[in-house]
């Protein structure tokens, strides 16, 4: 009769862990289930994003006014089929001795403009509707051969990402 | 040691209410120790009273297929084998509340059958949830206008043709040298013809040529660590072939993907 008494309290406190363990079973659960729906969507959005590198570096907007040399390098003829409005220029600083200026143009498509102020040249220029990635590839200029820059415009800044042959170049 | 009567011990029904708090659909028995206490000391007796009685015979024993409401008929061997009340009161538990081989009637047995139950839920729950949502990401993601795939390489005399003409053109492929050998059609879209080719540093090139004129509208080399992309713009005074009734602005995008290009189409809105 005594022997009962000890074993019974035992089997008890298995119950008062086992009861609760059912409910904390069922949270747990609950948790697994939102933790691979949230881990699930993140890895989908990583994947679909595409292979994004990340930046080598980000060029904020400085709120500099385009200058009489860049107005001269931009206006027509060159890059004149593109229509880009000289009056949306913004300005994203210099990344090497590259300037880097956004603009709007005619068909209000978003534009980014390469240009190397110390000769003058305008090393590229790209104006894609809106929603869709615009960037400029550009090469030389202290580059090793075979690399390159390339500038992709983002909403309120400018990613640079420095592009390396695979044979070393 | 008093005999418990039927009518005012009855360990079947106290059991049965019991497990009913602790496992039924509304249980409560957490918020009382005293309950839990006494229902384990009840299954106790229950699972004692059973392994005295030892292995199920062909039939009920005479203890269990006592009626409610009856002083159930404890054989003595029993009584002695336990030599507590909990025993007469774990012989008065009916068959339909006995123990069963599984274990589904045990704390645990029940406690585990659950778990694993929701586990199993949880699992499918997250796996057509996963489900679902990759394929919305899916049906939402952009596709290609077209896909072109690489015909033959420089195997007919149009390659070598063209191939003539790139290495008349000035300036084309970024002032790269680009291997003759390796120069690949893909077809034509909207009135543009792509080729590939690859450079004496490896990295891959595309070519976007005019159809209707044969002039070189693109050629871009790119490191393998980046994308290749080139794009062909719509634009005032351009081919009315490539326009193709698209919107100026518009842009056509050629992204090199080894042995495809993508051909995409990026419209602008109509002009006012």
Redesign the interface.
Known sequence: MGSSTPSGAEHGSDLRSGIPRSRSVRLAVLALTVGVIIGGSVAVAAVTRGSDARPDATLQATGTPPDELVLRVLEPPEAEHLEIDLDTLRSFGTHEGIELWSASNAFGSSCVIAIHRRTQDVLGTSCVPVGATTFVDTIAHGLPIGAAYRFTLRSDAVDVSLLLPDAGG | MSEPSGEAFDPERELAELRER?YGPA?D??SD?AA??R???L???HR?AVAARGPAGPGPSPAAIATPGEAPPVAPAEVEAV??A?AVAAAAISPATRLDRRGYGA??GR?LR??RR??F???A???V??AV??GI?WAL?PRPAAILRAGAQTADAAAEARWIVFSSEEGLF???TVDQQTLTPYGAFHGVAVWSAV?D???PCLILVEESSERTLQA????????L?A?V?V????DPEIAGGL?????L?FQHRGATVEA?V????D?P
């Open positions: 602790a249980s028995i957490d120790p839990i206490a229902l384990a000391e299954e106790e007796a004692r030599g507590s909990e704390p645990w406690t659950n778990s929701y586990v839920l949880g699992l729950a997250a796996l949830c996963a949502v990759c990401y993601a970024m002032d790269r450079d540093l490896d990295n871009v080399c790119a490191p393998r660590s980046g994308q992309i794009d713009g634009w005032n005074g351009g919107a100026l602005g518009s842009v995008r995409w990026i419209e602008a809105p002009a």
